[in-house]
């Protein structure tokens, strides 16, 4: 299927549905995990046992949040965000998985009942023994250049920010919701996921079964491109500059 095609479809459509990883907010100035100078081929995770046993592991992990933290403050939406806002505007959006915890497709015009973050997001902190949630703003900002991790005020628990780490298990409601969308979806889009990290990357596979248009944007292919009814290869925002127009009377 070529471009007019495809967006003779969305204009069309419905019930779309988006599921995105990190490849869409590096236009935008973050890095993603793993292209090359991405962030795993600089530095290894911290894993949740590590964290959950390990004060030097909580300290380190603390101190890549603190970075993260103000990089995700500095940065802005780009076209890919804000293309998927304005479809959900003209009520065509279903719904939205991201693998992302950057906040960017909420700044970019997707109502949060719309978004399902499977990874869970930086925007919040959580105890994990009460689960009392914190500002981020408040916790980080009691982080000195040297500090301890930080407690809860409550119950002295581990406070933990709310995003889910390697060996950490998945957030139920999300893969619920998101497993939903996924079989519902009249036409499901990919952005800029390299899709190696499961079960997220199930989604697009279970979208297909059920019926649902396959559609994948991406740097370069994946392992289910045989699987894709559309597929561009190439960046992003040059993808949404060229489909944008073709939608405009939709
Ligand atoms: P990934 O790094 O594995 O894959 C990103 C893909 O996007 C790659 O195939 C890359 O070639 C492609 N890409 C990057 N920039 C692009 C562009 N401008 N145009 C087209 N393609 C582009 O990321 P993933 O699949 O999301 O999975 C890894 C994990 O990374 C996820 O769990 C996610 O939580 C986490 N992560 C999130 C952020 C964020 O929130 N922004 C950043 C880094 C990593």
Redesign the pocket.
Known sequence: MDLDEFAARLRRATDIVFFT???I???SG??????PG??WSRMRPVYYDEFVSSEEARVQAWQRKKESYQLYKDVTPNIGHTSIGDLEKRGKLLGLIT????G?HSRGGVSDEKIVEL?GSDRTVVCLGCGKLFDPDEVLASLGETFTSPRCDACDGLLKTGTISFGQAMPQAAMSQAQIWSEAAEIFIVV??????QP??SFPVIAKQAGALLAI????P?HIEPLADYSHQ????EFFRTLNPLLADA
């Open positions: 990883g990190a490849g907010s590096t236009e973050i890095p993603d995990f793993r292209s991405g962030k693998q992302n915890i950057d960017l990874h800029g996921s390299s899709l190696v990290v997220a990357a944007v991406n740097r370069e994946t190439g960046e992003i925002g």
